[in-house]
């Protein structure tokens, strides 16, 4: 996490025990995720059709055939779920701070664009869909919008960042680490003072939890600690980080601010999981759901497949006292053999595997799409005859149930990151910016924020922070449901219950302001004026 005040960040004191309690506890979380590591490694053997590799190869000459319906699957409903890539909308309590909330609307969306949230959120379904976790975090990057700073929410690798193995809930967490390999060059460019200090990490020789193998040791695990701690005194809380490296403290949040990290005292951290488990945050994903039916069906392939293999290669059968020479029979282009008796000589033909077989197959395949929601009419497949987009789009909308579901945990979190976003941004927003106010280009307007903006005084003279809401809508519609909106519009407005520029309005589509210049009567190409004569 980057902050104007990271140089002193970098001067903490080295105190061995501290630094101690702190590599047990990581090294007690990886004791408990090293289970929950290998199931995501072997999620993700599945998604991409590397699962045969768990089976031991005991002929080179079998085939291993792969039929990708776990990739298939998610990447189907991936599509679905970034078909609902979620906007935050901003509101406040109060109508008379409504000019706050459309400011804190445009900062909100500028950040998003700022840090790519799009791109950001196509690896959280990812990560969703396959392992069935997925988090983000949220922070304040100060050299952001030309230095005047800016929040974020990015997201984390599941595989790089661990939560307490005992709670249900992250904020109980005794703490949070984030890590990741570093080669010793990088921190002598970053931290000079300690690079020549750092200790091989004791755990090197172990698989990393992100693919990389700590072998050497010029490979160090930076690691990121959060703690949250509780004072009953104030009862409030408080967030506090630390990065440690090579055994020794290279950064502390404590020295430059002892009263938290951040002023909402929560971890910076939304967890969302897509099947839930009993007794953790941590979910199940589609390659956990299907990972049966998967190697299943896969397996089944194999045996049809080596089955038209052998009988495209029928063995012939020779005895000795037949009197053939075993050679002289390979040889198809010779039109006499010579021998004793054909008696000695037999075809061994493979049997034809049973048609239910095949069915079954088909079957299983067929079952995991319809189980997980990846039906035809979710993947924009027409039967039955139908082409109406108003009834594809009803038949989309029922099949995409499963979908919906999922759409509305990762928006839930969204807003849940959304909140802490505008909290940061509360506390952290020390330079006014100007952003780009307005939901279409005609609306558009240079609104100047700061962060005074969301505190009001009170006839005390106190500074109160305004409260804010915070909902979630869709940025992008499906084309079938767009199309079948449209056809709504056009209808209202040939029944005349609208006026054809009240159905330009309402209708979505691109271009659509261009579209309303060109009605307006001033851009008209044969509009009457003097110079014309008409």
Known sequence: MKNNTDAKLRQPIQDPERIASLYDL????????????????????????????????????????????????????????????????????????????????AVIRENHARCGYESEYSRLIRDLLISGTMVQETGYDPSACGGLGGAFIRHVDARGIMFDPYCRDIQDSRAVFKFAPYRREWFLKRYPEHADLMRADSFRLRRAPNGFFLDDSDSILLI????????????????????????????????????????????????????????????YGLADMFESQQRMSDKLDQI?????????????????????????????????HRGDSLSGISWFATAPLPGYLLNYIEEIRRGVKEESGSNDFSRGNSIGGVTAAAAISALQEMSNKRSRMAAKAVHAAFADAVRQE??????????????????????????????????????????????????????????????????????????????????LDLMIFDAKEQAKALMSPASAPFSSSPASGM
């Open 224 to 283: 990121e600690c959060w703690q949250r701690e509780y004072d009953p005194e104030l009862n409030r809380h408080s967030v506090h980080m630390c990065r440690l490296a090579g055994q020794r403290l290279i950064a502390d949040s404590r020295l430059i601010k002892p009263e938290g990290y951040y002023a909402h005292g929560a971890y910076p951290f939304t967890v969302t999981a897509l099947h839930e488990r009993k007794g953790t945050f941590l979910g």
């Open 422 to 503: 505008l909290e940061i941004e509360r506390e952290f927003s020390v330079l006014p910016r100007t952003v780009t106010a307005g939901a279409t280009a005609d609306e558009a307007r240079a609104v100047r924020f700061s962060a005074d903006m969301m505190n009001t005084r009170t006839p005390l003279g106190n500074d109160v922070p305004i409260e804010l809401q915070v909902s979630v809508k869709v940025q992008r519609e499906n084309r079938f449901s767009v199309i079948a909106h449209n056809e709504l519009v056009l209808s209202m407005v040939k029944l005349n219950m609208v006026t054809p520029q009240a159905g």
């Open 26 to 105: 990581f090294t007690e979380y990886m004791d408990a995720y090293s289970a929950e590591w290998e199931r995501i490694e072997r999620c993700e053997r599945l998604y991409r059709g590397g699962h045969w590799d768990d089976v031991p190869k005991t002929d080179a000459n079998e085939p291993r055939p792969v039929t990708p319906i776990v990739y298939s699957t998610v990447e189907n409903i991936r599509a679905d779920l970034m078909d609902m890539t979620p906007e935050a909308i901003i509101t406040a309590d109060e109508p008379r701070f409504s000019g706050v909330a459309q400011a804190l609307n």
């Open 304 to 336: 049809v497949l080596k089955n038209a293999l052998m009988a495209s290669r029928n063995k012939l059968l020779v005895t000795g006292a037949s009197g053939f020479d075993v050679d002289d029979l390979r040889d198809w282009s010779k039109e006499v």
